[in-house]
């Protein structure tokens, strides 16, 4: 059960209501954000809630037992705090949510942190968004452990691949020099074999997509140490010519890429040598038929 000081419960129990309600949005950036639905900034614990932010709070339906729990906030795009640009970067996604009630008359006494919730779902319109908030029991529903595949399933440079990008001589930096609708041209400090960008990717590092990582499909020669990389995704938001961006080669996930070019065979994350569907009907085929019984004993 919530514990309210006692300066709250006595705001709850008043004849007249000086309640509101404050969000306090922490990006996994670590940008910290303050909203309220006051008519003026509120501060407390450390954080400033700002009022006139055009966000407003719908209804939430608590209930007993392991459901996942969602409501819904919804905001103007006019908002000073919330561009469009952000949201549509994803610099939002998964963000940490906290929601308090508070007394505006005495913010610092009396205030209580009612939920802790996730950001899930961003719808975009015209004119407003609507932020689903997704409650913890939400990550009971995500799917844990691993697939039995032949491919890696870790990313080239995490902590489950073992390779450092930096170390591995695997990293360029460059410069934007051109955009198009799914591409972006870079002029590279150093070359690198074209074959090895694709499923790498490309991570801004200034200017209006600072911290946008982009996936690769393939590079081509550009011309004059310049390379046109080809995404497998538009971006959401556009770099300028002249930011700084890094390179990053990529990896197919096949075992013969992970061994022959990265030497990296011992921290492989897949089942090369599992057999499939077609390996198993070749034994019962060489056999005679296949009656039922295991075919390894």
Request: aromatic content about 6%.
């Amino acid at each position: 059960m919530k514990q309210f000081p006692s300066a709250l419960r006595a705001a709850l129990k008043g004849p007249v209501t000086t309640l509101a309600e404050c969000w306090r949005i922490t990006r996994e950036d670590g940008v910290v954000l303050g909203f309220s639905d006051h008519d003026a900034d509120l501060e407390f614990d450390g954080t400033r809630f700002e009022a006139r932010t055009g966000l407003t709070a719908s209804e939430a339906e608590s209930e007993l037992g392991l459901a996942s729990e969602t409501r819904e906030v919804a905001g103007a795009l006019s908002s000073a705090r919330i561009e469009e640009a952000d949201i549509a970067a994803g610099r939002y996604d998964g963000a940490r949510v906290e929601t308090f009630l508070v007394d505006w008359t005495d913010p610092v006494a009396a205030h209580a942190r009612t939920e802790v919730l996730s950001i899930g779902e961003i719808k975009r319109g015209d004119l407003a968004f609507t932020v689903e908030l997704r409650s913890r029991m939400a990550d009971l529903d995500r799917v844990r452990g691993r697939l039995y595949r032949r491919q890696c399933d870790a990313s080239l440079g995490d902590h489950r691949c073992g390779i450092d990008l930096e170390d591995a001589g695997l990293k360029r930096s460059g410069t934007v020099t051109g955009l198009g609708e799914r591409s972006v041209t870079v002029a590279l400090s150093a070359a690198m074999p074209l074959d090895r960008y694709r499923h790498g990717h490309l991570l801004f590092q200034s200017g209006p997509a600072l911290g946008l990582k982009a996936e690769i499909a393939y590079g081509e020669e550009a011309g004059s140490g310049e390379v046109l990389f080809a995404l497998t995704q538009p971006l959401q938001t556009l770099p300028v010519v002249g930011d700084a961006v890094e390179v990053a080669e990529g990896c197919d996930k096949r075992f013969a890429t992970c061994r022959d070019r990265f030497a990296n065979a011992e921290s492989f994350r897949g089942f090369p040598h599992l057999p499939g569907g077609d390996a198993a009907l070749g034994v019962a085929k060489e056999v005679g038929g296949h009656d039922g019984r295991p075919l390894v004993p």
